[in-house]
């Protein structure tokens, strides 16, 4: 089946520990995005990559990093210097400036 | 930028009611787009519209189009316990891909 897999579904950071969010997609699409998304609150874009090898600042990318290496993959890193990580983080892919489909997003929690 | 106004916030209501929701732009689109958000999960397109004046149906969700350009309405029919979740409109794509999102309508249902 194609579509969006995000891993893990539930994930535990600890205190000054970077952690990986995988998201891997097999539409072929050329656009990726990571948003956060707060409790009761709406989507803000941390990155997005138009195509490998390329990828630009969301609106609240500040602690946070990514890299495209393959167009299957745009994985993101919550580094240390996010001092706020707990959120739930939802990754989307598009072709072409078409509409975004969803992955069913990670749950990251600070111990 | 796109600002997009939803409201409203949040609404309770018994199985069986309408419910209704409508997002207004700052700026003439030409798309709307409709996703819901079930609890724990990533958005899903409900309903994409590209024209103004479009009413597009999906079962029991209509969504129009305004002839303004800017705004538009979703409406759920006879709720039901499933309907519950977040519902969000965005505008078109820019040129990145990116798409703003309004700030959702949380849909609570009881029996």
């Known amino acids: 089946d194609g579509g969006i897999t995000q891993s893990p579904k539930y994930l535990f950071r600890k205190e000054g520990q970077n952690v990986t969010l995988s998201c891997e997609q097999n539409?072929?699409?050329?656009?990726m995005y990571w948003y956060r998304q707060d409790p009761g609150q709406g989507l803000r874009l941390i990155y997005y990559?138009?195509?490998?090898?390329?990828?630009q600042k969301g609106d609240i990318a500040e602690g946070y990093s990514v890299s495209r290496e393959k167009k299957e993959s745009f994985p993101l890193t919550v580094t240390s210097a996010q001092k706020n990580p707990t959120a739930f983080y939802l990754c989307?892919?598009?072709?072409?400036?078409?509409?975004?489909?969803f992955g069913p997003g990670t749950r990251l929690l600070v111990l | 930028g796109q600002q997009l106004n939803q409201s409203p916030q949040s609404m309770f209501i018994q199985e069986g009611e309408d419910v209704s929701m409508n997002c207004t732009s700052s700026?003439?689109?030409?798309?709307w787009l409709w996703y819901k958000q079930d609890p724990g999960e990533g958005p899903v397109l409900l309903i994409a519209?590209?024209?103004?004046?479009e009413l597009t149906s999906n079962g029991r969700l209509t969504a129009q189009f305004g002839i303004t350009r800017k705004d538009s309405f979703l409406n759920i029919s006879a709720s039901i316990p499933s309907d519950v979740g977040i519902y969000f409109c965005?505008?078109?794509?820019?040129?990145?891909?990116?798409?703003?999102f309004g700030a959702g309508t949380q849909v609570v249902v009881t029996p």
């Open positions: 990559s138009q195509i490998v090898n390329d990828f």
């Open positions: 519209l590209y024209k103004a004046g």
């Open positions: 539409l072929n699409h050329d656009a």
């Open positions: 700026s003439i689109f030409n798309t």
């Open positions: 989307a892919s598009s072709t072409n400036q078409e509409t975004q489909y």
């Open positions: 965005a505008g078109p794509p820019d040129s990145w891909g990116k798409l703003q």
